[in-house]
């Protein structure tokens, strides 16, 4: 399978506890995005990197919230000190950068929905 | 900043019917990409149909299609020949050119159900 993987699928966890997510983008795709859904609403961008280098953070990624893209490959989404409306899909997206015919269309994981109790 | 609006939050099709999807969005750039994603219960978001602004024929898609509006900016998805496996909610997305701003602004979307 080539697509986007998204680990764990799904994560329960008391307030207060650290949880951490994985995201592996398509191999050549250089762009990776974090995005957080909740029941019937769209994805919010959280935030995006091309290559290592994370280009844009949303003003919903609160200090409690840290992602990482190491060596440009795959990415963590760690949430610290979690909060019941931290409960969420969190999906991850990755795309090669737009132009030369390329619309830079994403390409989504299954996700990786939390629970905070 | 841009947004999406998605004021049909449901929408029913009976099988083999068309419907037609609405989207609206407002931007002050002119050069611009607009999608169609559809998300099925409990799986992941897959690409349904793509429009370039620049273009001003409408993007087809085997049974889908687009109604492009730029001046309107409008862009809303019709399915034909409605099957069960639609059943999804729908997304409307728009993504700047600007290689500066690369991410994806989602619309709240609508669920489609298709009736037997």
């Known amino acids: 399978d080539t697509g986007v993987s998204q680990d764990p699928r799904h994560k329960i966890t008391k307030r207060g506890q650290n949880v951490t997510f994985r995201c592996d983008p398509i191999s050549e795709h250089n762009r990776l995005y974090w995005y957080r859904q909740t029941l019937g609403q769209g994805p919010e961008f959280l935030t995006y990197?091309?290559?290592?280098?994370?280009?844009?953070k949303s003003r919903l990624l609160s200090d409690r919230f840290s992602a990482e893209r190491p060596k440009g490959s795959f990415s963590t989404l760690e949430i610290q000190r979690t909060e019941q409306g931290d409960s969420a899909m969190y999906l991850c997206a990755s795309s090669l950068g737009a132009g030369r015919g390329r619309t830079g269309e994403l390409f989504f994981g299954e996700g990786s929905r939390l629970t905070v109790l | 900043a841009q947004t999406v609006t998605q004021s049909q939050p449901e929408m029913s099709v009976q099988e083999a019917e068309t419907v037609t999807l609405s989207c609206t969005y407002d931007t002050s750039e002119s050069d611009y990409y607009l999608f169609w994603y559809k998300q099925p219960p409990s799986r992941q978001m897959i690409l349904v149909i793509r429009q370039e602004a620049y273009k001003q024929q409408n993007a087809t898609e085997n049974r889908f299609s687009v109604n492009f509006q730029k001046a309107a900016k409008s862009f809303s998805l019709k399915i034909s020949d409605s099957q069960l496996g639609d059943a999804a909610m729908y997304f409307c997305a728009y993504r700047s050119a600007s290689g500066a701003n690369s991410k994806l602004t989602f619309g709240k979307g609508i669920t489609l159900s298709v009736r037997p």
């Open positions: 990197f091309q290559n290592e280098a994370q280009l844009e």
